[in-house]
């Protein structure tokens, strides 16, 4: 079956722009066949704008026709003449899904985004002639009817298993009149999905700050500055200043500038980029978004949204992770109250003669962090360029722990020259897989940070994983070095956690290969990956002078570790926020119909209990692109619950000798490299001896005494 993955979401399809005809008439397509480039990487080179309609409409035709002839085999359904078929079929789809789904995202134009608007609601449509096919469930349901009786291995019966709870979970047991509903359904929420996620990137766009003088962006150092000029002249405004908004909602030029006005437009851009009244604002598209997912968990027997996409998670129920999220918001909010304590008294201290707003958070705990811990962030920038963050930081923590080599390499193709290329090695010097990092800020790339693949790990089909990571760091102007702040070493070594998930993935089936786990658990080897960013040994390897190329000073580090718990209650609460504003939309039920969206987000950040006011969420309803488009729908929280799992499996590490190959090895053979092919429960346990605790997680946060 082919799988279209994106982060957990789908890209999911109506007419053409152009026909598989005029494809053939115009020659081959990149997609037709396999690519020939090592690893399967795709052919970017000779892959044009025109060539991704084409394929898909071609791709489609091909894959159902190889599912009927499954669904209509004669012979009693088998393992392999079903099951694993099913895994063999799609391929040319997978190709062209995989591929555009990584450009449209991250480098997309006019036209790409025309051909996902056209083929969202169409693959929707395809994948629901698959699902609802009596005849091929009708094979699969036989199966698992007599599973125990097949003689299946492990990692067999969990496929089968993964594919009966699909079907089921798709509609396959519903009547045919409901499953009509149903299709109309899926259509409709594939096209909102596109429709929100291209308004937003728009809407970012269209809200960036733009200043005419350059004594507004004070504070900010000349790099930055510079590449303000840079981007605000991209866009033909010579002589002005354009700092693009990152997605989340506070920004981080706001640690840095002085100029208070300057900083409460920005915060007020952010705030309110999608909430314009105009053809970006997001609003409408929630509203009809969150009834009709409300409407299909309720056909599909389900009280809400969230009921109906925690059926396969780690949590399992909506109940569990919200009272997870409780436990950590009482946890954090007498940390937020007493850290906006101690700004205000900053403030009256600074003599500025105002009250703390949100505007303000990020710069007065920057100068309280200052005073505590003498830590300035423009004093760790310069220890910070990103290639060699990368190169001796990453991919150093990466060989020590697993053994793990890289090399750099300019034959591959890429889809804009900003992206760098490695093949992966592994322990034995044999070749792992490939690694595309696309880590530059543009117009055209959604916000945030990411990893996906462009091949899918699996010695079914005989492919190695192909592995993309996409950052959204600020470009630095010509000539000038790549700094990023220490939020950024951790994002990189964040994805790159996803990455070394999908690079050990060593499974049969695409089904349960790599990062193809439940949302709740896909997250725990990314933030996993981030403690060793500040290991004593890692850091010393790879924060160095990029001037003189000097260690950073034991005295600078200490800093660094001392200060990293610094505003927790703030770093903690606006997550939390988020995700329990996630976890109310989807808990609507459909009798709820249409939700006026600033009154229903209003009075669901109040149901949190949370420090609101000061502390916004790190996501609003209109650009929070996570749960509305990009597959985290009712499980936003999962970031938080698999900050649990990572940090019971880091005192772990630390209990048993910390950064070693030995220990490297156990958590790739218990965790990272065994993808959904056991209950995840299970599979923690194995490697924590116990169920998972949220002390060391609060400990971390430094909201509970250390028990170590």
């Not at 004594?215 to 590449?227: M, S, T």
């Amino acid at each position: 079956m082919a799988h279209f993955h994106l982060g957990g979401a789908l890209l999911l399809a109506a007419s053409a722009l152009i026909t598989p005809q005029a494809m053939a008439a115009s020659g081959a397509n990149p997609f037709a066949e396999a690519s020939t480039l090592p690893f399967q990487a795709p052919p970017f080179d000779r892959i044009s704008d025109a060539d991704y309609q084409p394929a898909f409409e071609k791709a489609m035709d091909q894959h159902l026709a190889e599912v009927r002839a499954i669904a209509d085999n004669p012979a009693p359904p088998t393992f392999d003449n079903t099951i694993a078929a099913l895994e063999r079929s799609g391929r040319m789809l997978d190709r062209v899904n995989l591929a555009f789904l990584g450009v449209v995202q991250a480098n997309t134009d006019d036209t790409l985004d025309k051909v996902q608007e056209i083929e969202a609601p169409r693959l929707s449509q395809h994948q629901d002639a698959i699902n609802l096919d009596p005849r091929l469930f009708a094979r699969v349901k036989a199966l698992w009817d007599h599973r125990s009786g097949l003689g299946l291995t492990p990692e067999q019966a969990q496929v089968l298993k993964i594919y009966y709870d699909s079907f089921v979970h798709a509609g396959a047991l519903l009547s045919p009149g409901d499953q009509s509903v149903l299709k109309a359904l899926n259509t409709q929420i594939a096209s909102l999905e596109t429709s929100y996620q291209q308004k937003l990137l728009a809407a970012a766009k269209a809200g960036a700050l733009v200043v005419s003088n350059k004594a507004q962006l004070a504070g900010l150092a000349e790099g930055r500055i510079a590449a303000a000029a840079q981007d605000a002249k991209a866009r033909g405004l010579d002589g002005q200043w354009l700092l693009p908004l990152q997605n989340t909602t506070q920004q981080p030029s706001l640690e840095d500038m002085t100029d208070r006005a300057t900083r409460q437009v920005l915060f007020q851009r952010s705030w309110t980029r999608a909430e314009q009244g105009d053809a970006h604002d997001t609003r409408a598209v929630i509203q009809q978004l969150a009834l009709l997912r409300a409407q299909k968990a309720q056909l599909l027997g389900f009280p809400n949204w969230a009921a109906y996409t925690l059926y396969d998670q780690m949590a399992q129920a909506p109940q569990v992770a919200t009272d997870f999220m409780r436990q950590l918001a009482a946890a954090t909010l007498p940390e937020q109250k007493r850290e906006a304590a101690e700004l205000q008294a900053q403030i009256d201290k600074d003599g500025d003669r105002i009250a703390l707003q949100p505007w303000d958070w990020e710069y007065y705990a920057a100068q309280v962090r200052q005073a505590k811990y003498n830590l300035d962030q423009n004093e760790v920038k310069p220890y910070f360029e990103l290639h060699t963050v990368l190169e001796q930081g990453v991919f150093y923590a990466a060989n020590q722990l697993y053994g793990l080599t890289f090399k750099r390499r300019n034959d591959i193709p890429v889809y804009h020259p900003d992206v760098m290329v490695y093949t992966v090695y592994d322990k034995d010097g044999s070749e792992l897989g490939l690694m595309y990092f696309d880590y530059f800020k543009r117009d055209n790339k959604n916000g945030g940070a990411w990893m996906s693949n462009f091949v899918n790990q699996s010695s079914l089909l005989g492919t190695k994983p192909v592995i993309y990571n996409v950052g959204n760091f600020p470009k630095p102007a010509a000539g000038q070095p790549a700094l990023v702040s220490a939020d950024d070493v951790t994002t990189m070594f964040h994805e790159f956690g996803h990455a070394l998930h999908g690079l050990f993935a060593a499974q049969v089936y695409p089904a349960d290969s790599g990062t193809n786990t439940a949302r709740d658990w896909v997250e725990f080897p990314s933030q996993f990956n981030e403690h060793w960013a500040l290991d004593p040994q890692v850091l010393a390897h790879y924060a160095r002078d990029y001037r003189n190329g000097a260690p950073i000073p034991a005295a600078l580090v200490e800093k660094i570790k001392k200060a990293a718990k610094f505003d927790q209650g703030y770093a903690l609460g606006e997550v939390i926020a988020a995700a329990m504003l996630d976890m109310e939309w989807h808990a609507l039920p459909a009798s709820a119909g249409k939700r006026d969206v600033d009154a229903f987000e209003a009075a669901a950040l109040a149901k949190t209990g949370l420090d609101i006011a000061d502390v916004p969420p790190r996501y609003r309803s209109s650009y929070f692109l996570h749960i509305w488009s990009n597959g985290y729908s009712a499980g936003y929280y999962a970031y938080l619950w698999t900050q649990m799992l990572e940090h019971d499996a880091y005192h772990w590490f630390m209990d048993h000798g910390g950064l070693t190959r030995e220990n490297g090895q156990r958590f790739r053979d218990m965790i990272l490299s065994k993808g959904h092919t056991q209950d995840y429960g299970a599979m923690f346990r194995a490697f924590y001896g116990k169920d998972p605790d949220v002390g060391p997680m609060l400990e971390e946060h430094g909201l509970a005494p250390s028990a170590r």
